[in-house]
């Protein structure tokens, strides 16, 4: 006999993080939102095999020390519920600091969320920013070259080409909007490397600076 397969129900969420939560790493981050569906009651959809996990992918894994405002996670159940009950369920049980900001059912999902990632809007605050931003990346085109160690082996990143848009608002505040994703990716750490090694702001004022994603943009993002 042959076994009914079974319908899962795709919903895409945006959540925020600030206070204690921005400072865990992103597999706690993801511990943390599975076992407050658990806590929620939420038919949650596992993955097949020895160790079933709820089916649960991130738009863009965040670095710690990191505020989000409007991230994208997708979650599959194996019930069609409301997506605002899922959203006042999930706030009910996820610990200070993370809110569902947004809901919404997937009519017709795409499975890989991490693959439309293509931008992302940040805003960093630390001292000197302003000036240092525009000596460094606004009013000089050289090439803003940075060494990143990765994978074990060193690679050299030009951040000019990661680079969307970058705007002085404060004395001590950008916006940054810059490629994102699994093709192209720009850490806001990378820009502040640039402008210390630089000499234009200090090592600890680039450790010390406030980052903050103010939004994750989609391919399928109107």
């Not at 006999?1 to 706690?28: A, E, F």
């Amino acid at each position: 006999m042959i076994s009914k397969q079974k319908t899962n129900y795709r919903y895409r969420l945006k959540y925020s993080r600030t206070g204690v939560p921005t400072w865990i790493g992103h597999l706690d981050l993801m511990r943390t939102f599975q076992y407050s569906c658990r806590r929620a009651n939420l038919p949650s959809a596992y993955t097949e095999g020895f160790n079933p996990r709820p089916i649960m992918e991130f738009g863009l894994p965040v670095g710690v020390g990191i505020e989000t405002r409007a991230d994208p996670l997708d979650l599959e159940l194996i019930e069609k519920i409301p997506a605002g009950s899922i959203m006042q369920r999930l706030n009910m049980k996820l610990p200070q600091g993370l809110q569902i900001e947004e809901a919404v059912y997937l009519e017709h999902p795409e499975k890989n969320l991490m693959s439309l990632v293509e931008a992302a809007a940040y805003t960093i605050l630390a001292d000197n920013l302003g000036a240092a931003t525009e000596k460094v990346i606004l009013s000089n085109d050289d090439d803003l070259v940075v060494e990143r160690i990765r994978k074990g082996k060193k690679r050299r990143y030009d951040l000019r080409e990661l680079i969307i848009d970058l705007q002085i608002v404060a004395s001590n505040q950008i916006k940054l909007l810059c490629k994102a994703g699994s093709i192209a990716n720009l850490r806001p750490d990378m820009l502040l490397k640039a402008l210390y090694e630089a000499e234009e702001i200090t090592k600890i004022n680039a450790l010390d600076a406030i980052i903050i994603r103010d939004q994750v943009f989609l391919k399928n993002d109107n």
